[in-house]
């Protein structure tokens, strides 16, 4: 099976995920502010910005493995039972190691 234009996508959420990553670091890095209401309120907006990194590294992990997997030619077979994963279900998860029954 060619899977030219998966290698595509996931190569393109892969920099759309990293360009992202850094906009949240930059903005993570960014000076406090000296009044304690406008603190107590970026804090909250750190904390949602903290969360929203976590999953995306996560994603661009996943990103990886998949990309690896494409490269090793194991890219579509489940990393758990061998079986093939189904173009649907990777239509739906490009990035997914499992097939449906495994993935449960």
């Keep these: 099976m060619d899977f030219t ?3 595509q996508a996931l190569q393109a ?3 759309e995920l990293a360009g992202h990553l850094m906009d949240v670091e930059h903005a993570l890095d960014e000076q406090m502010p000296k ?3 406008d603190r107590a ?3 909250q907006g750190d904390e949602v910005l903290e969360s929203l990194g976590q999953a ?6 996943m990103i990886d493995a998949a990309l690896a997997r494409l490269k090793e030619g ?5 990393q ?6 189904s ?16 993935a449960v």
Excluded: H, M, Q
């Design 87 to 102: 173009p649907e279900r990777i239509d739906l998860i490009p990035a997914t190691p499992f097939c449906r029954n495994c």
């Design 80 to 85: 758990k039972c061998g079986g093939e994963i």
């Design 5 to 7: 234009a998966r290698k």
């Design 13 to 15: 959420r892969r920099i």
């Design 41 to 43: 309120s970026e804090r």
């Design 56 to 61: 995306e590294l996560e994603e661009l992990r």
């Design 35 to 37: 009044d304690w209401e």
């Design 74 to 78: 194991e890219y579509g077979v489940c």
